[in-house]
């Protein structure tokens, strides 16, 4: 009786049994019966309560005096899946899942499988310090246990092995759409793209143009190039050498090298501030534009419109406050070429900053790659260069 009524449920009647000849007669004489019922027996709710309403009493007072208080598992149930919808809906529209709309994918994996130890609390916690963990990446070079101790308190949270570091390295899958680490040197590989522990001389940034003020290394090699018109590569160790005071107003980021080396065929020594992440962007391009970004640098973004290209747009502009570049509906529309052979997006996720980009890109299903509109991009550079502006104004709407 107990377990019916915790349940939660109206319950109107209760089979109870196997009975001996004792309990049975102790049921025909409690409920009044005319003859003694059989080894199992269905009590009526009804008759069971006019027998204790006559006694002074009632079914709630009985239970709860033999047995203990009678729950409601029903409301805890309810109540129980009403913080799990409210934790997986904080999860959905996390600012970091919506900044990185790849990620959602990954915020279903970790609503497949589950709370974690069976707690809503639990699982928000480490599920808050994973998403702090990816809003600071990329890193700069740190190594693992230090980057570790710096975002979380504790050097071993991200070691092999803790929920915490494979969470975070599910997430980095999907963001940078790999495979999920198995080894120990797949792991290294992936937080390496992820700017922990980062090679300072194999972790480079392409430039063009630029002409940066500050004390090091850096300033002095972009002035050179500048000034003879050729690109320059930056190293990571270089940039963390270099003091920068002073950068252009506005850069344009690219994500193919092949747009620089045009820039440079067209402009020479004129060409205006570029910088390449030749493709995903590694530690030392983030480190270059989050500096200029602090000195009030307005970054100015274009990649490929494919699947790649737009969770790498995504980042960059989640990562160092670029602002997309012809990379409107729009701008792909005018991109397409009918009749012409392009390759497929492959998977396509949300651009944040237009809602009707990837929906239009799997319609079509056809990719515009950064090359194939370089002759807008360079009319843009072409238009400032020629008002005296080498560093360029606003490109929202070129």
């Avoid at 009707?356 to 843009?380: C, M, N, P």
């Amino acid at each position: 009786m107990h377990t019916r009524l915790s349940s939660g449920r109206a319950v109107t009647r209760v089979r109870i049994g196997p009975l001996n000849r004792e309990q049975r007669a102790a049921v025909a004489d409690l409920l009044g019966l005319d003859r003694t019922p059989d080894e199992h027996y269905t009590v009526s709710m009804t008759a069971l309560k006019t027998v204790l309403a006559e006694a002074g009493t009632d079914i709630s007072t009985v239970v709860t005096a033999l047995v203990g208080p009678i729950a409601d598992r029903a409301a805890e149930r309810a109540r129980a899946e009403a913080r799990r919808a409210e934790l997986w809906d904080w999860l959905d529209t996390h600012p970091e899942i919506r900044r990185q709309p790849t990620l959602s994918s990954w915020a279903a994996q970790v609503r497949r499988a589950g709370l974690i130890n069976g707690s809503v609390d639990r699982t928000r916690e480490i599920l808050s310090t994973v998403l702090s963990v990816l809003a600071r990446l990329p890193a700069e070079g740190q190594p693992l246990p230090t980057f570790a101790s710096e975002v979380t308190g504790d050097p071993h949270a991200l070691d092999d092995g803790t929920r915490l570091g494979n969470l975070v390295l599910r997430a980095l899958a999907t963001i940078f759409d790999a495979p999920v680490p198995d080894t120990a040197y797949e792991r290294r590989v992936l937080w390496e793209r992820a700017g922990v522990a980062a090679d300072e001389l194999s972790s480079v940034a392409l430039t063009a143009g630029l002409r940066l003020g500050g004390r090091g290394v850096v300033c002095d090699l972009v002035r050179c190039c500048t000034e003879a018109g050729h690109a320059v590569t930056l190293t990571l160790a270089q940039l963390r050498a270099t003091e920068l005071h002073a950068a252009p107003k506005r850069v344009w980021v690219v994500e193919n090298p092949s747009i620089i080396a045009m820039a440079l065929r067209e402009f020479g020594t004129t060409c205006p501030p570029i910088v390449c992440t030749s493709g995903w962007p590694n530690t030392a391009v983030v480190l270059l534009l989050r500096g200029m970004t602090a000195l009030g640098t307005r970054l100015h973004y274009h990649g490929d419109f494919d699947g790649e290209g737009l969770r790498i747009a995504a980042y960059v502009m989640e990562k160092t406050g670029a602002r997309p570049w012809r990379m409107t509906t729009g701008d792909y529309l005018r991109g397409l070429r009918p009749g012409a052979q392009a390759p497929a997006p492959g998977r396509v996720t949300e651009a944040p900053w237009d809602p009707d980009l990837a929906g239009t890109i799997l319609a079509h299903d056809q990719a515009v790659v950064e090359e194939s509109v370089a002759t807008d991009l360079l009319a843009d550079l072409a238009r400032h260069a020629a008002s005296g502006n080498t560093s360029g104004h606003s490109t929202d709407e070129p």
